[in-house]
């Protein structure tokens, strides 16, 4: 049964980069049906969609994000990473990285999910 | 983006009881592409249901999905004791993906 977890630094300074990692197991990342990606819930409320990359490299990022996120992926070591940079307090979240299932033209539902990782920003 | 609302906002029920649970969307979902998740505390989201009435591998009928254009909802038509969670949808026709804020059904 594919697994997904995340790991990373659970405390990062205001105006840093926040960088997490997901290792993919019990599965391939380079499946082409499927496309994996990175979600957030901030304490105490919903959930936020970050962005998704291809094995191939191709990313689709949140425009809401998009000026301080890059998804990458490392198709040796079946991972694929987050950076979120200049961050603040608001990007106090749990991160969760999460395997996006595939429709025409598009992404679908999102199964399974990592556990998450509780991300602070704080000095 | 589209702004999904779910209502309510909290439920309180019984184990027995049938529960129903209402997702609106600010515009049409495009091909009923709207996905229904349960959460738990201190767990990650899991599917129920896509495309707006598939029940996900391994999820219990009694969990239905129903709905297409703006007004979508998940019914749980006998409650057990595992079902009190927080029930997230999720729309994914129109970039970028949203969530609802949820719904917490709690025991009464």
């Known amino acids: 049964q594919l697994q997904l977890q995340e790991s990373g630094p659970g405390l990062v300074k205001p105006s840093e980069t926040l960088s997490l990692t997901c290792t993919v197991s019990?599965?391939?990342?380079?499946?082409?049906?499927?496309?994996w990606g990175w979600i957030r819930q901030p304490p105490g409320k919903g959930l936020e969609w970050i962005g998704y990359?291809?094995?191939?490299?191709?990313?689709y990022y949140n425009p809401s994000l998009k000026s301080r996120v890059t998804i990458s992926v490392d198709t040796s070591k079946n991972q694929f990473s987050l950076k979120l940079s200049s961050v603040t307090a608001a990007d106090t979240a749990v991160y969760y990285c999460?395997?996006?299932?595939?429709?025409?033209?598009?992404?679908?539902?999102?199964?399974?999910w990592g556990q998450g990782t509780l991300v602070t920003v704080s000095s | 983006e589209i702004v999904l609302t779910q209502s309510p906002g909290t439920l309180s029920l019984s184990p027995g009881e049938r529960a129903t649970l209402s997702c609106r969307a600010s515009?049409?979902?495009?091909?009923?592409?709207l996905a229904w998740y349960q959460q738990k505390p201190g767990q990650a989201p899991r599917v129920l249901i896509y495309?707006?009435?598939s029940r996900a591998t391994g999820i219990p009928d009694r969990f239905s999905g129903s709905g297409s254009g703006t007004d979508f909802t998940l019914t749980i038509s006998r409650l057990e004791p595992e079902d009190f969670a927080v029930y997230c949808c999720?729309?994914?026709?129109?970039?970028?993906?949203?969530f609802g804020q949820g719904t917490r059904l709690e025991i009464k």
């Open positions: 990359i291809y094995y191939s490299g191709s990313t």
């Open positions: 515009e049409s979902v495009k091909s009923s592409y």
């Open positions: 999720q729309q994914y026709g129109s970039s970028p993906i949203t």
């Open positions: 019990s599965g391939s990342i380079s499946s082409s049906t499927y496309y």
């Open positions: 999460a395997r996006h299932h595939t429709r025409p033209f598009g992404v679908a539902q999102i199964d399974p």
């Open positions: 495309g707006a009435s």
